[in-house]
């Protein structure tokens, strides 16, 4: 069994143990959970630390996944988060030689196969309770702020274009001197910031995501895995896999989820949502945005 398979394997038989668990190792149990980076990254001290627990209680949440000590339960975790950053050069001489070897036909025909992998991996965890959550805070908040940079920011400029249709209070973070600091600092704890990074994430996504937790807001993370920076930075995580044969990440799922989250929201406004769309449309076409013939 590989690293990655052995590292979901420990969470969902986690996931199990965890109503049998005494109170302390319930409470760290959740933890590792909801932050299983935490044990790919910091020491045993510090997660313990995060958890409220003291330090000994990891290795006997270690033994009860069925490991004899912590040292190999965390090192699980770094296989799969070390798994997780190959460099890009090097999936680009991977693609070369499956072009090379296989020929256009077989490649073509793995793309189809990732990308609807990865189509129904994101509908099996995008359960109504999830989206729920999402659309409620969305829905609520003052402002919501979408940001995304380097290969993330097409993927935040189209949930913005989307949603701000229906809803002038989204508002996109662009990297542009002063505009996310300037924007960044009104935040507070009506607003939510929906962020978007995969590994390697890019370093300003991050720092957003940590200003606004500091100023109260409600992050939520759109990622592809539990592992990644943002994830353990976001209150509530939607998770979209990018499997690809291509050298870099598929963005097909991670559209998608941006698509339902905005439909769902898009489906429970009122009139005022359906008069915001028809007076931007009207304001385009007058304005001549679009091709006409004529």
């Not at 933890?31 to 020491?43: D, E, F, I, M, R």
């Not at 799969?80 to 077989?106: C, I, K, M, T, V």
């Not at 609520?140 to 400029?157: I, T």
Request: glycine share 6%; charged share 20%; proline share 6%.
């Amino acid at each position: 069994m590989n690293e990655p398979e052995n590292f979901r394997g420990i969470l969902d038989r986690m996931a199990q143990l965890r109503p049998t668990l005494s109170p302390q190792l319930q409470k760290i149990c959740g933890h590792v959970l909801n932050q299983p980076g935490s044990v790919a990254t910091l020491s045993m001290r510090k997660v313990a630390a995060e958890a409220g627990v003291p330090p000994p209680t990891l290795p006997r949440l270690a033994q009860a996944a069925g490991f004899d000590t912590y040292e190999a339960f965390r090192d699980v975790f770094r296989a799969h988060f070390q798994s997780q950053a190959q460099w890009y050069p090097e999936l680009a001489e991977d693609l070369q030689r499956e072009g090379s070897a296989r020929g256009a036909a077989h490649l073509t025909e793995s793309f189809r196969r990732e990308s609807l992998a990865n189509i129904d991996r994101l509908f099996r965890d995008l359960d109504a309770t999830l989206l729920s959550e999402v659309a409620d805070r969305l829905s609520r908040a003052r402002m919501v702020y979408v940001a995304g940079m380097q290969g993330s920011f097409a993927l935040a400029m189209y949930g913005h274009y989307i949603a701000g249709m229906a809803f002038p209070n989204w508002r996109l973070l662009e990297a542009r001197p002063n505009q996310m600091s300037d924007l960044a600092v009104d935040m507070g704890p009506s607003d939510v910031l929906l962020a978007i990074s995969t590994p390697p994430c890019a370093r300003m996504t991050i720092v957003l995501a940590d200003a606004a937790r500091a100023r109260g807001a409600h992050v939520i993370g759109l990622t592809n895995t539990r592992l990644s920076p943002l994830a353990e930075r976001s209150d509530t995580i939607v998770l979209a896999s990018t499997e690809s044969p291509q050298y870099f990440d598929s963005i097909v799922a991670t559209a998608l989820a941006l698509e339902v989250i905005v439909g769902l929201l898009v489906a429970r406004g009122g009139p005022e949502v359906v008069a915001n769309i028809e007076r931007i449309e009207t304001f385009r076409k007058n304005f001549g945005e679009y091709w006409d013939e004529n």
